[in-house]
């Protein structure tokens, strides 16, 4: 059974950090584009980051700097570091996996996980 579950979110305060975790099970993320997206109440979902099965990594303008996508193969799951967190963050963010990376994005995702919620507030 192919699934996908984030982890790793919670409520943090402006300037702090979260560690986002997505865990596969079912299938092997290295030979997977790996997608984080998120999506604010009243706003539509937007793409923040992804890596590539090369390891090539896009960031979306507004985390650039303050937040690092990366692989763990060992545990099959991949990371999402936030820091500097600002309440502008605040979303459910989502991984997904498979579809196209090219310039800033991943698009035509194949498999989705449930979400975790982060909130930025003090």
């Known amino acids: 059974q192919v699934q996908l579950v984030e982890s790793g979110g919670g409520l943090v305060k402006p300037g702090g950090s979260l560690r986002l975790s997505c865990s596969a099970t079912g299938f092997t993320l290295d030979y997977y584009n790996i997608g984080w997206f998120r999506q604010a109440p009243g706003k539509e979902r937007e793409v923040i980051s992804c890596i590539s099965t090369s390891d090539t990594t896009v960031y979306t303008d507004s985390v650039k700097g303050r937040f690092t996508i990366s692989r763990d193969s060992a545990k099959n799951t991949v990371h999402l570091q936030m820091n500097s967190l600002k309440p502008e963050d605040t979303a459910v963010y989502y991984c997904?996996?498979?579809?196209?990376?090219?310039?800033?994005?991943?698009?035509?995702?194949?498999?989705w996980g449930k979400g975790t919620l982060v909130s930025v507030s003090s």
């Open positions: 997904a996996v498979g579809g196209v990376v090219e310039a800033a994005a991943c698009y035509g995702m194949d498999y």
